[in-house]
């Protein structure tokens, strides 16, 4: 069964930085993508950025405008999410999810993590 623990969120500045972390556990890593998703209180889980079980492909929603990356590490069996000049709306519970195959901008994932709360203050 894959387990996957969502670690690094917190309270920042608006234009502040965080670096999410998404560990992953108990089958082959590099044989899943792996996607955020961030939810935010009354609204949708809103996808926000995929990355292939290689890393070398990555997806990330054209409203981030740039300021969130994703990748991993497939030999630490970790995914992240680094964000960069966030902002008050960037507030929402992250979570990461991992999928066999082909990544996806659609909640569509095998499994998911419990998630970490970002909040940014204005």
């Known amino acids: 069964q894959v387990q996957l623990v969502e670690s690094g969120g917190g309270l920042v500045q608006a234009g502040g930085s965080l670096t999410l972390s998404c560990a992953f556990s108990g089958r082959t890593f590099s044989s899943y993508a792996m996607a955020w998703f961030r939810q935010a209180p009354g609204k949708e889980r809103e996808f926000v950025a995929a990355?292939?079980?290689?890393?070398?492909?990555?997806y990330s929603q054209d409203s981030m405008e740039g300021r969130f990356a994703i990748s991993r590490d497939n030999a630490k069996n970790t995914a992240y999410l680094l964000m960069h000049s966030l902002r008050p709306e960037d507030t929402a519970v992250y979570y990461c999810a991992a999928r066999r195959g082909v990544y996806s901008e659609v909640p569509q994932y095998d499994y998911w993590g419990q998630g970490t709360q970002v909040t940014v203050s204005s």
């Open positions: 990355v292939s079980w290689s890393g070398m492909n990555t």
